[in-house]
């Protein structure tokens, strides 16, 4: 399904250019028009199928042949731009950073002293941490 707002969408029919660097029947990788750090090759994976942000919507299968393109796509971009150091970066909501309402994962090389900061704030609750993992360990879905 394609939506007609999406500019991701506008991006897999070709009515917005883009630089592709893999394509496939279910997926699409491309380089960020607003590359992040100071090496080249920060790209975009995302689906073809329109999944507005959640990868939990996505079914077993088609997750499981994204990391292996996403894995491919990680190889070739250590290779041609010299490092050994990659972010994958997934944002699952507005309040996560999410702008785009398509699933998309980030894919940045990264080098020493590039600029890039992930998340300085790490000030969050640690008296709890038990109970957390035992609620989401008992929410979990096998």
């Known amino acids: 399904m394609i939506i007609i707002d999406c500019i ?5 029919t070709g009515d ?8 496939d029947e279910n997926f699409l990788g491309f380089l960020d028009i607003n590359p992040a750090g100071t090496l080249n090759g920060h790209s975009m994976l995302i689906t073809k199928k329109h999944f507005p942000n959640k990868l939990e919507e996505m079914d077993d299968k088609l997750i499981k042949d994204f990391f292996v393109v996403l894995k491919k796509i990680i190889s070739a971009i250590k290779k041609v731009s010299g490092t050994d150091s990659i972010n994958i970066i997934q944002n699952s909501g507005e ?3 999410q702008i785009i309402d398509h699933i998309h994962f980030h894919i940045i090389p990264r080098e020493e002293g ?3 900061i992930i998340s300085e704030n790490r000030q969050h609750k640690k008296d709890n ?14």
């Open 95 to 97: 309040k996560a950073g």
């Open 129 to 142: 941490l038990k109970e957390v993992a035992e609620k989401i360990r008992n929410s979990v879905e096998n």
């Open 114 to 116: 590039d600029g890039i």
């Open 8 to 12: 991701f969408c506008k991006i897999i």
């Open 16 to 23: 917005i250019p883009s630089n592709k660097i893999y394509e």
